[in-house]
Each structure stands twice: as C-alpha cells, then as structure tokens.
C-alpha cells in the first residue's frame, strides 16, 4: 500500500511542484489548500504530469474542526508537508496581524491534530530569511538567527520554535524545516510554475512580465550595495530540485533516519547570484533585452545571502541540479505558455 503524505498549501507554488514529485515517488497524495491564492484546478494539472490526479480538499487549516473531521475520514497519514502560509513580505509589514494569525495559527491546529492522530512526521517550509543579514557567508544551519525584519518572517522563525518546543515535549512527533533560499523557474511541462497576483514583489516573475509586456519596466533595487556589481546578492535555484528536497525528507522521516527529532536543513545552489547577473541569464536564455533601470534601494532588503548547502547534501543525499539558465528558461517558458493558453 502506498504511504499517504497530506500537501498543505498543495495547490500553491512550491506545494504543487512537491505533490508532484511525491506522487512520482510513489506517495499517494491529498492535498489541503484554501485557495486563497491558488486554483483548485492546478489538483487537475498535477495529475496531467503525474498520470495521478490527487485529491485536493478545500479548507482553511485555521478551522481547527474542519481539520479534526478531515483526519477523522483519513488514517494512516505518514507525513505532512505543510506550505500553507501567507507569503508577501510587504503586505505582512501594513497588516501583522493577518500573517500571525494565518500562519501561526494553522500551524499550531496542525501540531496539535497531529499529536491527537498521531501522526509521525512533519516537513516545515522555512525560509533563509531566518538568517538576517549574516556577517559570515555563505550560511550553515548554525548561523545564528537574526530578528526578524518583517512579520512574514517572523512567522517562520516562531512556527520553528513552535515546531522545536512542540517536538521536544512530545517523543512520538519529528519534524524537519527546511530552510529554503530562493526559488524560481517552473515544472518543464509547463504546467504549473508561479502565478503571483497582481502586480509580483518577487525578482523572477517581474523579469518575466516585463519580458512579455505585462509591466513597462523591472526595478533593480539598489546598485550602490556592497557587492561586486552593486546590486544584491540571493542563491535563486529551481523549483523542481527544490520540491525533490521535500521527498527526500519525507523518506529520511517515514525511514527513521532522521539522527534528532528536530531537523533543519538549508536548501540553496551554494552559489549567490546578483540582480543584474539574474537579468544577464534571463537575456541569455531568451535572446531578448529586459527593459529595466536602477532604482533606490528597496526597504528591508539584505545585502546578500547564499547558502551552504552541506548538510543537505550530505544527510538528505540532495543537491540542486539545474543551473541558473535553466531555471530562467523554464520561468520564461512558463509564462509564455500561460499569456498565449487559455486552459
Ligand atoms: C524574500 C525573502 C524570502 C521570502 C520571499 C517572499 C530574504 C533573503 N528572502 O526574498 O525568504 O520567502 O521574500 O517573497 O529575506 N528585486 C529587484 N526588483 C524587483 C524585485 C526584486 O531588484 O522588482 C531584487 C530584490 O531587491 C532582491 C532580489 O531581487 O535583491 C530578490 O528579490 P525577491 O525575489 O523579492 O526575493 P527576496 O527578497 O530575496
């Protein structure tokens, strides 16, 4: 029988391109999502890739009861990946309140309805933005983490205390968080990648926009950084190494290989790649030139940040594979294919 891993945020971004290589890895998959920023009808493009359409249930994980009568209608789960969160660092600073409650509070009903199941294993999507501005590069999971610089951030350092203190009064639970740098690109099929609504804070998806004339001009925050051409600094790898990430921990949980119960790995190339040098692999691979100019920088930026990606390696047997182009060409190749279908 297939081991039965629940996708939270399963219709999102990093959610689907994780259902899918779950599913490919032989889990059997349910996804959960309120489709507050997604579409249930990526459940249906999932299986397009797959050949295996999953099951995606419609709710919101900050309904405690909702969840308790989902887990009363499926046992035996082996592992939950949770993505569901609010994730827009600029509106996280105008509205706090709205990120703590949202994250926070989905990820406490998750802990608790897991213990209550006794469901073993947890796989916790973190991000590096935990680290602040670091002194030393590139980072190791023993960087110490700074305070938060937005409440979107500060979510994900708290929901890893919540995990750590959860996990350490309760022997029955494990849990990894994964640290995760920045993710970019889309599945080769095309068939789920980004869908940002409105107008996109992330780097990738306004190269891409401009690119195809959805916006008039990219902004590059700041040239006058401390960094070899100026502009910052970020370790950009693709979705698709990153989701394949997400298996190997389900495995290292549901095999017991895990050496603690609580578990962090950063998840980067190891290479830390500037905003001009980003917007040089989008002309390359598109032949095409962006229309961008320098603007001031953003606030709240870091400097720059890029991992080192060794533990991941070594424990998780993970390591990225595709290179920066290639990450860039399926971005592209994805927003082409969403502007010119209509499906
Ligand atoms: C940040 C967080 C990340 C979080 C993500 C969510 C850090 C290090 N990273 O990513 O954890 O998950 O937000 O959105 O805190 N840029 C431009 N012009 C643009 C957009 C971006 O120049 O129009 C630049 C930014 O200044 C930055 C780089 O591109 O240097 C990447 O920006 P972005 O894609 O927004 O990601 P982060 O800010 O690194």
């Known amino acids: 029988m297939k081991k039965k891993v629940i996708v939270t945020g399963g219709t999102g971004y990093i959610g689907s391109h994780t259902a899918v290589e779950l599913i490919s890895a032989g889990y059997e998959v349910i996804l ?31 309904d405690a009861e909702r969840l308790e009568s989902f887990l009363r209608k499926n046992s035996d789960i082996e592992a939950i990946v949770h993505f ?29 309805a897991m213990t209550v199941h006794n469901i ?7 991000s590096c933005t935990v680290y602040g501005q670091p002194g030393i590069l590139p980072v190791t999971e023993e960087t110490p983490v700074q305070p938060a610089l937005s409440p979107y951030g500060n979510t994900k350092q708290i929901g890893e205390e919540i995990i750590r203190d959860t996990v350490t009064a309760n022997n029955r639970l494990k849990a990894v968080s994964l640290r995760y740098f920045n993710p970019i690109g889309a599945h080769p099929s095309s068939r789920i990648g980004e869908l940002p609504r409105g107008v996109p804070e992330n780097l ?11 916006r008039e001009t990219l902004l590059v925050y700041g040239n006058d950084y401390n960094t070899p051409d ?3 600094i970020r370790d950009y790898l693709h979705v698709v190494d990153l989701a394949k990430a997400h298996v190997e921990a389900v495995n290292r949980l549901a095999s017991g290989k895990n050496k603690t119960n609580y578990e962090i790995f ?21 032949g095409k030139k962006l229309n961008y100019k320098i603007a001031g920088r953003r606030p709240g930026d ?20 595709s290179s920066l182009d290639e990450a860039m060409r399926s971005a592209w190749k994805w927003e082409i294919n969403i502007r010119t279908k209509t499906d």
């Open 32 to 62: 959960i999502d309120n489709l507050s920023n997604s579409e249930a009808s990526i459940a249906d493009r999932i299986g397009e890739i797959t050949g295996i359409t999953p099951i995606l249930e419609v709710f919101d994980l900050c």
């Open 266 to 286: 950063n998840l980067g190339t190891g290479n830390g790649t500037s905003v001009l040098e980003a917007i040089e692999s989008f002309e390359r691979i598109s």
């Open 230 to 232: 100026g502009s910052c």
């Open 302 to 321: 870091i400097e720059k940040i890029w991992a080192d990606p060794s533990l991941a390696n070594q424990e998780l047997g993970w390591k990225t594979v």
């Open 120 to 126: 073993p294993s947890l796989v916790f999507s973190s």
């Open 204 to 214: 990738v998806p306004f190269i891409t926009q401009t690119a195809i004339g959805l």
């Open 84 to 112: 569901a969160a609010f994730k827009a660092v600029s509106e996280s600073v105008s509205k706090p309140l709205k990120y703590y409650r949202n994250n926070l509070l989905s990820l406490m009903n998750l802990l608790e």
